[in-house]
């Protein structure tokens, strides 16, 4: 018998998930299309995709969870949400810049946070139809298949996922020969979505994210096996203050990612 918890798991799912593929109908109307673009600050560009994205996903959640708080890449912040104990973390179009190029590895990313922590989590990339979900406790899913993260266990065998930017500017040149390979994908949710589905093994970077970037991929690749840490091996917080994770992001199997986090940091991980 399903669990009254779990029954309302699977509701708030259902709903994120209409609001995500709802947001994709609308975001590849625009996609490879005319619509305005604005810096909104130094490489960081918002379209009309994205706000029409974000309002869309907005109706949907509040028509039926209208109490709960809201924090979004694309909606001005408001200090109320820290007061709720349920708060919605969005980003309409995760990967803009590679969404502008025209390069299908961008994603719609949805979760719901319950006192810090993520309970619900989606990912959709609807430039390749794929619809990556998971609940708290309910294991992770593409498009109906489950998923599970790679098993790994060796550096020299890996790939890691990482930014052109941050490989080009050095930012990872310590941890580049470690590996195997290198692979790029632009978007941090659609990079955590890969690791999920097994895809790859490693995701790093050192540069600050926002908790939208990451949030619902840190649930679907914590359901599929892997982990979301910060470099002294701790899991992430969500719905704070600040909602910068200034300190970077390591990602993967957990054999890996303490080895890469060892490496880093010239600390041993216990956890």
């Not at 919605?88 to 810049?97: A, C, H």
């Not at 994908?185 to 955590?192: C, D, E, F, N, R």
Request: aromatic share 8%; with cysteine.
């Amino acid at each position: 018998m399903v669990s009254v918890e779990e029954s309302a798991l699977r509701k708030e799912l259902e709903i994120a998930i209409q609001a995500a593929r709802e947001a994709g109908e609308i975001a590849m109307k625009y996609y490879r299309g005319n619509y305005d673009i604005r810096e909104k600050g130094y490489n960081n560009p918002v379209t009309t995709a994205d706000l029409m994205a974000n309002q869309r996903i907005r109706e949907i959640i509040y028509h039926t969870f209208p109490e709960d708080g809201w924090l979004s890449e694309e909606t001005e912040d408001s200090p109320d949400r820290l007061a709720k104990s349920r708060v919605w973390v969005i980003d309409p179009i995760d990967g803009t810049e590679e969404f502008i190029e025209g390069t299908p590895e961008f994603a719609i990313s949805i979760a719901l946070v319950v006192e810090g922590t993520p309970v619900i989590g989606v990912l959709h990339n609807p430039a390749t139809a794929e619809l990556f979900y998971a609940y708290a406790g309910g294991g992770a899913f593409c498009n109906g298949t489950p998923m599970h993260c790679s098993s790994c266990r060796s550096l020299k065998q890996a790939s890691m996922l990482v930014s052109q930017t941050e490989h080009r500017k050095g930012l990872l040149a310590g941890l580049i020969p470690l590996v195997a390979e290198i692979q790029y994908i632009g978007s941090v949710a659609y990079k955590l979505a890969k690791l999920a589905a097994g895809t790859s093994d490693l995701y790093v970077t050192v540069r600050p994210k926002n908790e939208w970037d990451f949030c619902a991929g840190d649930l679907i690749l914590r359901e599929a096996g892997g982990v979301l840490w910060d470099k002294a091996g701790q899991t992430i917080k969500y719905n704070k203050k600040r909602v910068g994770q200034p300190t970077g992001l390591f990602a993967g199997n957990p054999t890996l990612v303490k080895q890469v986090i060892n490496h880093y940091s010239g600390k041993p991980v216990y956890v």
